[in-house]
């Protein structure tokens, strides 16, 4: 995101800086008002991290925040040897890096295979339906997938018995084995459509001689999308690669992983399904521990950061191109 | 080829579009009777049982109410200050500027997690409250880029005319720069009142009071329900009717998609104009 900010003051002599600011101070009373809001619900729970180094609790109030008394890394040593540690942390990754895997590429297939249809209503039908998951809340996909998958009155269950391709209903909801694909394949599902557009966008802006150009030396459809399509997005697919990747902890691209591991978890699979940040809130606000849920959060953030500017750090070196 | 193509993408579409095809089918049917399964083209005993259920029922309404409430107050006051901060942000020669970009830039990349956040809610008395799904998010930072940068290349000279003609920010605000910027407007409205409309998570944390329930919230309540290990499909099976908690749960998924379905083809017309703006430059 590039935004030109014009900076002055330094220049300025104070008094004419002065003046200046008396002629702008309604618009700088607009802004301080948005910058309120910032203040309060992003700058003070920042300050919270604090908590994770406390003895908070919850009767102190936010001015707890820094009255309550230092414990140093308790919380963090307490989390590193709960016994549910090893379990939460490969969950965590896993889920992150299969949704890379499989969620990523699948938006660019899809472009791609829009790209290549001739008839403009039938492309304009495929994508308006492949957007219109996106708006729909994670809790009414989860409503679908018992829909389709529960054991017993599953729509799928039902008709692999009725074919005759299995004998007992798969427990796809309700065992731990079935867990990452059901969170994958739904997130696919309900997002692949609309980062499509970002993809599509980026083949409009490739020149449209490039292709003629290769068909008249004899190039199959197959060596146009390999030796023009996929070159002209090569910009497009490393900037949301960045993205992705930097955000891969909350389920990058495809929907929060938070949604998903709370909804579509239970006991049954949760051997699978509990991560670092369904994990967190239960302690935290279902347990009211909200020091070491603190502690938890923190270091999901630290290495959520770290992603971010090492996937945009790796971007810039490999293709040049990065988001910042 | 070409065919291959064209079934793929048919594949791709059918299997985007059934799930919700059945969801309708099956909240007008018979209850008990979709649990025969074996339903998969036409609704097989209809009824509109389900529907009668589901307005009849206080909890359905009232968090229905609920929701369709924090919608439109939400994405009212959402659209109010975002836009207000973005008008007074995307004067360039704005003193302090770059102090405040650098505010909003780093609020988006770095946040303080649930904890402290629900902590600042207890203290600001926003817990249990209908401003709890309002407040908050009445600025929205992605939003405000993407307003500035569409406020920037309005014409100057339809604000310098107001100027001349004496009038002040909050009159050329709410006098030329609104009106002027519809397709802005319409595209923040159409996000923000989708993402209150779909919103549970607040409900789920910050509230316990039964009389604040989202229709979402509840939704997730009765697939939790039924979706337990120890299933058993007739929990809330109501004497007389054959309505189950699973013909409920497919009703109440159609009533909370429909709004969606009924702006969608507004929505279209913009987003793809919005998403591109907003996000990524290739």
Not at chain 1, 70 to 94: A, P, S
Not at chain 2, 9 to 21: D, G, R, V
Request: charge should be positive; include cysteine.
């Amino acid at each position: 995101m590039q935004l030109e900010t014009n900076v002055t003051g330094t220049e300025i002599p104070r008094g004419q800086l002065w003046k200046r600011f008396k002629k702008q101070r309604v618009l700088h009373l607009f802004v301080g008002l948005g910058m309120i809001f910032l203040v309060i619900f992003s700058y003070t729970p920042m300050f919270g991290i604090l908590m994770a180094f406390k003895d908070y609790s919850i009767s102190d109030g936010i001015k707890g925040i820094f009255t309550s008394d230092w414990v140093g890394l308790r919380y963090f040593d307490e989390f590193v040897h709960d016994y549910q540690f090893g379990k939460i942390v490969r969950n965590t990754l896993v889920l992150s890096f299969l949704k890379v895997i499989f969620a990523f590429p699948a938006p660019i297939v899809l472009a791609i295979l829009l790209n290549e249809v001739k008839s403009m209503p039938f492309k304009r039908f495929v994508q308006t339906i492949s957007y219109l998951p996106h708006f729909i809340s994670w809790v009414v996909v989860v409503g679908v997938s018992y829909a389709f998958l529960s054991a017993d009155i599953g729509l799928v269950n039902r008709a692999l018995l009725e074919a005759g391709f299995i004998d007992q209903p798969l427990n796809i909801l309700t065992s731990p084995n079935y867990f990452w694909g059901l969170a994958v394949g739904s997130a696919v599902w309900k997002e692949m459509g609309w980062w499509t557009i970002i993809f599509l966008a980026a083949i409009t802006g490739i020149n449209p001689s490039l292709y003629e150009a290769a068909e008249i030396d004899g190039a199959g459809r197959l060596a146009r999308i390999r030796h023009i399509t996929l070159p002209g997005m090569k910009g497009t697919i490393v900037v949301v690669l960045v993205l992705t990747i930097g955000s891969i902890l909350g389920g990058g691209l495809v929907g929060s992983n938070f949604e998903q591991a709370y909804l579509l978890g239970n006991s049954i699979n949760n051997p699978t399904s509990e991560i670092v940040q369904t994990y967190a809130f239960k302690v935290g606000l279902s347990d009211g521990r909200f020091s070491y849920a603190s502690a938890i959060d923190l270091i999901q953030s630290v290495i959520s950061v770290i992603l971010i500017f090492s996937s945009n750090f790796i971007a810039k070196r490999v293709s040049g191109s990065s988001l910042f | 080829m070409d065919s291959t193509v064209y079934l793929l993408l048919s594949i791709i579409a059918l299997t985007m579009l059934y799930p919700f095809y059945y969801v309708l089918i099956a909240s007008f049917n018979k209850g008990s009777d979709t649990l025969l399964g074996g339903m998969y083209l036409w609704p097989r005993s209809v009824t509109f049982e389900n529907y009668r259920i589901f307005l009849e029922d206080p909890k359905w309404m009232k968090a229905f109410l609920v929701t369709v409430a924090r919608t439109v107050s939400g994405t009212a006051l959402g659209l109010l200050l975002t836009s207000l901060v973005a008008y007074a942000l995307s004067h360039r020669d704005l003193l302090f500027s770059k102090f405040y970009f650098t505010m909003i830039i780093f609020a988006m990349y770095f946040s303080g997690g649930l904890i402290p956040y629900y902590v600042v809610l207890r203290s600001l008395g926003l817990l249990n409250t209908f401003g709890v799904y309002i407040v908050p998010s009445m600025l929205n930072t992605f939003f405000l880029l993407i307003a500035i940068s569409f406020f920037r290349e309005i014409p100057g000279e339809l604000k310098e005319s107001a100027h001349m003609d004496g009038a002040g920010e909050f009159v050329i605000y709410f006098r030329i720069i609104l009106p002027v910027s519809m397709p802005l407007l319409a595209t923040m409205a159409l996000f923000m009142g989708v993402g209150q409309w779909n919103s549970w998570l607040d409900s789920a944390y910050f509230v316990q009071s039964e009389n604040l329930r989202t229709l979402t919230f509840r939704m997730m309540e009765i697939i939790n329900q039924s979706n337990a290990p120890m299933d058993s499909v007739a929990v809330a099976n109501r004497p007389g009717g054959g309505v189950t908690s699973f013909s409920l749960q497919v009703t109440s998924m159609v009533v909370s998609i429909l709004p969606i379905i009924c702006v969608y083809p507004f929505l279209q017309k913009y987003f793809v104009h919005g998403i591109m703006l907003g996000s990524v430059k290739g």
